[in-house]
């Protein structure tokens, strides 16, 4: 089936960007949406955005000004940048696949946590 | 985009039924029949339980169950069991966009 591993630094300097690749094993990347979803330490969920892999994005409005997600078909993979961090993006980062037609988020990456500190 | 309202916590004993709320408004769960319920355990990534309101997928045991009535979608879980203690968030489909519930923490006493 199909899983989803989150890599990329742990931490991240305050007014830096956040980089985070998810690469996607045992289906193809083609024909879903693939999101990103963030999680502060005991806190609820936040849907950060998700890409198509024709590129076409949705980001969420609260965060569309600092998101970039790309999308490798070559590789099987996907990424998610955020500039201009703050303690606030401090969060356990998932990446996940989205239902082309509901949206519904299924599987799940593990999660990477990524702290935002100098 | 305002998250979906979720009662912070419920809890029951082994063998009961609770149920769980998530309201919303018109633009999401009244506007769309896209509800999808995750459970997450302490240190975990959540885990689809209920998805398009009321389906499950494969895996997912019957004792889970989801319905929608205007504005607010629920989760309703039978024959609790120890196993059921965990989070779990309600999301929605929205303008291009998903937006979750602030989670509810279930207790099986």
């Known amino acids: 089936q199909v899983q989803l591993q989150e890599s990329g630094p742990g931490l991240v300097k305050p007014s830096e960007t956040l980089s985070l690749t998810c690469t996607v094993s045992g289906g193809s990347i083609s024909s879903y949406y693939w999101s990103w979803i963030r999680q502060p330490a005991g806190k609820g969920l936040e849907w950060i955005g998700r890409i198509y892999t024709s590129g076409s994005t949705n980001y969420n409005p609260s965060l569309k000004s600092r998101v970039t997600m790309s999308v490798d078909t070559s590789k099987n993979q996907f990424s998610l940048k955020l500039s201009s961090v703050t303690a606030a993006d401090t969060a356990v980062y998932y990446c996940?696949?989205?239902?082309?037609?509901?949206?519904?988020?299924?599987?799940w990456g593990q999660g990477t946590l990524v702290t935002v500190s100098s | 985009q305002s998250a979906l309202t979720q009662p912070a916590s419920v809890s029951g004993s082994p063998g009961q039924s609770i149920t769980i709320s998530c309201t919303g408004t018109?633009?999401?769960?009244?506007?769309?029949?896209?509800v999808s319920w995750y459970q997450q355990h302490p240190g975990k990534a959540p885990k689809l339980m209920i998805y398009?309101?009321?389906n499950r997928p494969s895996g997912v045991s019957n004792r889970f169950s989801g319905s929608k009535s205007g504005n607010t979608a629920s989760l309703t879980i039978s024959g609790l069991q120890a196993e059921d203690e965990a989070d779990y968030y309600c999301?929605?489909?929205?303008?291009?966009?998903?937006?979750f519930g602030g989670g509810t923490k279930l207790t099986v006493l």
């Open positions: 018109s633009s999401d769960v009244g506007g769309y029949n896209y």
């Open positions: 996940a696949r989205g239902d082309i037609l509901t949206g519904f988020i299924d599987p």
């Open positions: 398009d309101v009321s």
């Open positions: 999301s929605s489909y929205t303008s291009s966009m998903l937006v």
